[in-house]
Each structure stands twice: as structure tokens, then as C-alpha cells.
């Protein structure tokens, strides 16, 4: 089975630091891809990836960047926290661009940003 | 740009009866692919079923299955013989074919299977 691994199930940090949240595939999977997660909003997309090097602005960019230097790590940059960034971020990954077969998720990382 | 709507935010089920969770989108592409996510309080999604908007048989998996209606742009999942372990949130979602494409959530909605 792929795995996909957020590296924090919890985090709890300060308004103004920056924040990185980390996500890991083992299955060489070409597209990888961030959503925040809020109550009575669903899941809303924050970037893509669909190869190294390459990213797109999903629906809700601002706020965040991200990076992707290597294949199986795709990598959320909070610039400069603030309290509603507060939420739960889920991190999932897809084989290639055509593959509809839906996604592969981690665990989630909720952010507690105080 | 594609919509997902689950208007229902909360259900509730007995063990061992049969529930129905309510999906409507609304699209301008002929071909798609629409999904049901369960995510269960360990915050793990999970893919429940899949369907292919050009197949017109409803996909069934064990006691899950879906009444897909393309005309009407709804896509609801039935779930027979609740069990304890289905206490979840189910997420209806929509992608369409081709490159590059992503999925697009509905708000999904609150199941609680009582004993």
C-alpha cells in the first residue's frame, strides 16, 4: 500500500513564525497536493505538485508557498503564522496527471497557531 | 468550475439499519469521476467508492453502494447493515478526466452509527 506520512500530527506554534509542514510518499507518485481542512468548509485545495520542481496555487494559496526538491517530499511554508491559519492540513498524493483513481492521504497535521 | 454539495451536515443511523447519504455537484464536463471519503475519528481518508460518470451501472462495493443519476447531477452513497466502525465523515467529491485534474470536496457530513 502507499504511504503517505505528515511528519506532525500536532503542532502548536507562535503568530509571526514560520512554520513548515511535511509530507512523505513512498510510492514514487508523480502528484502531490495540500488541503486545509475547517469545519462546515470541506477540504479546500492550498498547492499542487505534479513533478519536481513544479507547483501550481490551488484554491486558497495565499498565506502559504511550498516546495518540492525532491519526488517523495512535498513540503507546506507557513511565511508568517497567524491565528487563522489555525486548522487541520492534509497532505495526499496520486500516482500521475491521469490517474483517477482519487488520492492517497496522510494522517493530517492539526496547527494551533496562538 | 465544479460545486460539491452535501446539504445534510449530520445524520444518525441504528447499528444493523440501512442510511443514505445525500451528493449533488454541478459541472459543465461531460466526463468525471465522483468518490465517496470516509474519515473516521483517527483522521485517515479513506477511499470508500468511485464512480465513472460514463458507466451507467451504480458502483457497489460490499455494503456500499451508490445511486448515481447523471441527469440530475446527484451522486448518493447507501450504506447497508450500519456497523459501530462506520461513525465517520463522508466526504463526496469530483473530479474530471483528462490532465492535470484535482478533486473538488463537498462539506461533507457527520454519520453516527448508535448501538
Known amino acids: 500500500d502507499v504511504k503517505v506520512t505528515q511528519s506532525s500530527r500536532y503542532l502548536v506554534k507562535r503568530t509571526g513564525e514560520k512554520v513548515f509542514l511535511e509530507c512523505v510518499q513512498d510510492?514514487?507518485?508523480?502528484?502531490m497536493f495540500w488541503y486545509r481542512q475547517d469545519p462546515g468548509l470541506g477540504l479546500r485545495l492550498i498547492y499542487f505538485?505534479?513533478?519536481?520542481?513544479?507547483?501550481e496555487k490551488g484554491d486558497i494559496p495565499e498565506g502559504y508557498s511550498v516546495s518540492r526538491e525532491k519526488k517523495e517530499r512535498f513540503s507546506l511554508i507557513l511565511e508568517s503564522a497567524s491565528t487563522n491559519q489555525t486548522s487541520m492540513y492534509l497532505c495526499?498524493?496520486?500516482?500521475?496527471?491521469?490517474?483517477?483513481?482519487?488520492?492517497?492521504f496522510g494522517s493530517g497535521t492539526r496547527l494551533t497557531v496562538v | 468550475a465544479q460545486t460539491v454539495t452535501q446539504s445534510q451536515p449530520e445524520m444518525s443511523v441504528q447499528e444493523a439499519e440501512t442510511v443514505t447519504l445525500s451528493c449533488t455537484y454541478d459541472?459543465?464536463?461531460?466526463?468525471?469521476?465522483l468518490f465517496w471519503y470516509k474519515q473516521p475519528p483517527s483522521r485517515q481518508m479513506i477511499l470508500v467508492i468511485r464512480?465513472?460518470?460514463?458507466?451507467?451501472q451504480n458502483a457497489t462495493e460490499n455494503r456500499f453502494s451508490v445511486n448515481f443519476q447523471k441527469a440530475a447531477k446527484s451522486f448518493s452513497l447507501k450504506i447497508s447493515d450500519s456497523q459501530l466502525g462506520d461513525t465517520a465523515m463522508y466526504f463526496c467529491?469530483?473530479?474530471?478526466?483528462?490532465?492535470?485534474?484535482?478533486?473538488?470536496f463537498g462539506k461533507g457530513i457527520t454519520l453516527s452509527v448508535r448501538p
Open positions: 495526499a498524493s496520486r500516482r500521475d496527471r491521469v490517474a483517477n483513481y482519487g488520492y492517497t
Open positions: 510510492m514514487d507518485h508523480e502528484n
Open positions: 505538485s505534479y513533478d519536481v520542481k513544479m507547483k
Open positions: 459541472t459543465s464536463e461531460s466526463n468525471y469521476y
Open positions: 464512480q465513472e460518470a460514463y458507466k451507467q
Open positions: 467529491a469530483f473530479m474530471p478526466t483528462g490532465a492535470n485534474s484535482k478533486l473538488t
